[in-house]
């Protein structure tokens, strides 16, 4: 990644910092064999709603290799590390499919103020929290996340494996345009604005700027391309009820990220900014909350995705009462309830992220935001939707996946994400609400982040 908008000082103070966390992090995973076997767990292995028998999972390198009821005997020529599951449940790594690595720390106004070198190093930390929280992968709609992902691939930050969709891309006042007053108008050839320079959000006025705008992000390395088609909340100057990108600007970003071999999401709450989206060949929408029938049957009959969530009512609190923010956050928050409900009448494919923005507090509420999609669905339909489907859409990216394999499922041969659960979450989906309690192993990529179980034999058989 070019990481132009670093400054020399900032660049300096990561390298310090990295270089302390690379040496404690290399240590954990040169002491650690290249094989692992759970022994005695009950699978919930992402796709059924029944946990499995007592059943023993043999990982080795990144990769699920063999399940079996049956004992699996011990490589003689490498090092097991061998887990006593004591009849826990192992179940695939939980994924956020509406994450912004970046924005998830930092209060609005440091986000535009402060150095970015300790927004990055404020992301760094909040990764490697993201991880212990069992979310072995987030799909990231928004943020300069490509250093970040790369710092994470290369051992140097722990953290989860993002699928990283780069600068939002906006128009001029739509949602993720937070630009001031005093920035307007914009001036054909003047520097870009400091949202820009950043990485945070791009603006693009025209099929031409749009398709600019996509290609640098593909250039960046993004997995999927992420444009906002209609009003958001946060955003200071764009209504809810507004449709932004024309139908001839969606058209031109989604002919350029399928050109590049992935697809484009878009960010739509009302009717009609759906409906133009789909019309242009958009494959999936944020977010939907205030959906109608038709929008939800289109959705349906057009296989288009829906990546939706429960906002927490905590986020109002971000908004003081009386502002034009509250009211925009109210009317969404009300439409929650009726958009799961027509998602599951129409069977509309639905993924499911957080969201979650501007607050480490609620962000530690990643699994309980889960857990609250029990006001809709079974706990295992739930899980099921934190995991294989939403590993389902990742897989939207074709060749541009950064992590390719399979995901979100315990199979053979499918890339060891696993969480150890002290209990049955399908039982009890609160479990995964309090992780630090219940997650005894966190396993990502076949590397052991976190082992609470009594200490486990390491065998040469
Ligand atoms: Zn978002």
Redesign the pocket.
């Known amino acids: 990644m070019k990481a132009n908008f670093w400054i020399p000082s900032s660049k300096l103070a990561i390298a310090i910092l990295l270089l302390i966390v690379s040496w404690s992090v290399t240590v954990a995973q040169e002491t650690q064999p290249n094989t692992v076997l759970f022994e005695n767990v009950r699978l919930f292995d992402g796709k059924s709603a029944q946990l499995s028998g007592p059943t023993n999972v043999l990982v080795r390198a990144n990769k699920i290799e063999k399940i079996s009821t049956a004992p699996i005997p011990v490589d003689r020529s490498a090092a097991t590390q061998i887990v006593n599951g004591g009849g826990r449940t192992l179940m695939p790594g939980l994924i956020d499919m509406?994450?912004?690595t970046m924005?998830v720390r930092p209060t609005p106004v440091q986000l535009f103020s402060e150095d970015f070198g300790y927004l990055t190093l404020m992301a760094g930390a909040e990764a490697t929290d993201t991880l212990m929280r069992g979310f072995t992968t987030v799909r990231d709609?928004?943020g300069p996340s490509f250093g970040l992902k790369q710092a994470i691939d290369g051992a140097i930050v722990v953290g989860p494996r993002i699928y990283p969709s780069g600068a939002?891309i906006t128009i001029t006042s739509g949602h993720g345009d937070f630009r001031k007053p005093f920035e307007v108008p914009r001036v054909p050839g003047a520097p870009l604005s400091r949202q820009e320079v950043t990485g945070v959000a791009m603006v693009a006025d025209s099929p031409d700027e749009v398709r600019v705008r996509v290609r640098e992000q593909l250039m960046l390395g993004a997995s999927h391309i992420?444009l906002t088609a209609g009003g958001?909340v946060a955003s200071p100057n764009s209504p809810l009820d507004a449709s932004t990108f024309t139908e001839a600007e969606l058209r031109a970003a989604v002919e350029a990220a399928e050109n590049w071999g992935t697809y484009l999401t878009v960010?739509a709450y009302t009717p009609v900014s759906i409906q133009r989206a789909i019309a242009a060949g958009v494959k999936c929408i944020?977010?939907g909350h205030l959906m109608d029938e038709s929008s939800a049957k289109l959705m349906a009959e057009k296989g288009i995705w829906l990546s939706t969530q429960v906002f927490p009512a905590e986020l109002g609190n971000a908004f003081p009462p009386g502002s034009e923010e509250r009211a925009k956050f109210e009317e969404v928050f009300a439409g929650t309830d009726r958009t799961y409900k027509l998602a599951r009448k129409y069977n509309i494919k639905t993924a499911w992220?957080t969201?979650i923005?501007f607050s480490q507090a609620l962000a530690q509420k990643q699994g309980a935001l889960l857990a609250s999609l029990t006001q809709w669905y079974t706990p295992a339909e739930a899980l099921i939707m934190a995991t294989a489907t939403n590993a389902q859409l990742l897989t939207l990216s074709g060749k541009r996946n950064p992590y390719p394999g399979k995901l979100g499922v315990i199979e053979e041969g499918a890339l060891a994400d696993l969480l150890l659960v002290d209990g049955d979450p399908i039982a009890n989906i609160q479990l995964v609400a309090d992780p630090k309690k219940n997650f005894v192993v966190i396993m990502k990529d076949g590397k052991i982040y976190k082992n609470t179980t009594a200490p486990s034999a390491m065998t040469s058989r």
């Open positions: 509406h994450w912004h924005f709609v928004g939002v992420k958001g960010h944020e977010h992220g969201d923005i």
